[in-house]
């Protein structure tokens, strides 16, 4: 699933990998849509995901991270801000972010931008990086050479094999001590007595064992190091 990028967005591609980041596809508004508000205020026309696959972004983070003597509030946000509104910025985009309210709809956007679809873990699933990937921002554009350059993308003709669809045992249902993902939906409270409890040392210290389950991706599996960052600040430790 390649995205064929104009110079300009291969360019910003190639800025953003500086980082562990990189575009994540872009899609046009329609007029069905209602879209949020561009630059100018004026409805957005374009917008361009940002994220990551795999643990990438890991090292820039951290060596972020150990410039600053107290620790920082929401350090994984603030760290992607200072990546990305400064591309915004020199782009004349208007940066919004997954913690922003009133929330952007990340996710079907993600759908729509990747042709992706959600695993039994809620975690859309990717055909290369398994459930290892995340949105970091967007880039959100009004009417303009970037809303031409998303629209002449090379996007792919058919969508992509969902591996879910091809995995029998469902292992991602079946790891986790809580049954968290066991039965329709996430089972949030389970989740976090467990994760509290003496019992969830390895969750806390690895991540979440359902994911780590999943036998799609595993290549590009997050460090155990970055997989308990997130897990800690999932569960308010």
């Known amino acids: 699933m390649t995205t ?28 069905s849509d209602t879209p949020p508000s561009g630059p ?11 994220g990551h ?4 972004i890991w090292p820039h983070f951290v060596a972020w991270r150990a410039l600053f003597a107290k620790p920082v509030d929401h350090p994984l946000d603030t760290w992607s801000r200072g990546v990305i509104d400064p591309v915004a910025a020199a782009e004349g985009a208007r940066a919004v972010y997954p913690s922003d309210k009133p929330y952007m709809p990340f996710q079907q956007w993600a759908m729509r931008a990747e042709r992706l679809r959600p695993s039994p873990l809620g975690v859309l699933m990717h055909p290369e990086f398994g459930p290892w990937h995340a949105y970091r921002g967007a880039l959100i554009f009004g009417e303009g050479e970037v ?12 969508d992509p094999i969902h591996l879910c669809d091809l995995c029998v045992g469902k292992p991602c249902q079946k790891a986790c001590p809580a049954s968290a993902h066991a039965g329709e939906g996430f089972q949030y409270q389970n989740c976090l007595t467990h994760v509290h409890s003496p019992a969830g040392a390895a969750c806390r210290d690895t991540g979440c064992l359902d994911r780590n389950a999943c036998p799609h991706g595993a290549g590009w599996r997050y460090p155990a190091d970055m997989q308990a960052f997130i897990m800690k600040a999932f569960a308010g430790l």
Not at 4 to 31: C, E
Not at 53 to 56: A, D, I, L
Not at 147 to 158: D, G, I, K, M, S
């Open 4 to 31: 064929v990028y104009s110079p300009a967005m291969a360019n910003l591609d190639r800025i953003l990998r500086r980082h562990g980041m990189m575009l994540r596809g872009a899609f046009l508004f329609s007029t």
């Open 147 to 158: 809303a031409e350059e998303v629209r002449a993308l090379n996007q792919p003709a058919a």
């Open 40 to 50: 100018t205020g004026a409805p957005a026309r374009a917008v361009l995901l940002i």
């Open 53 to 56: 696959g795999g643990g990438g």
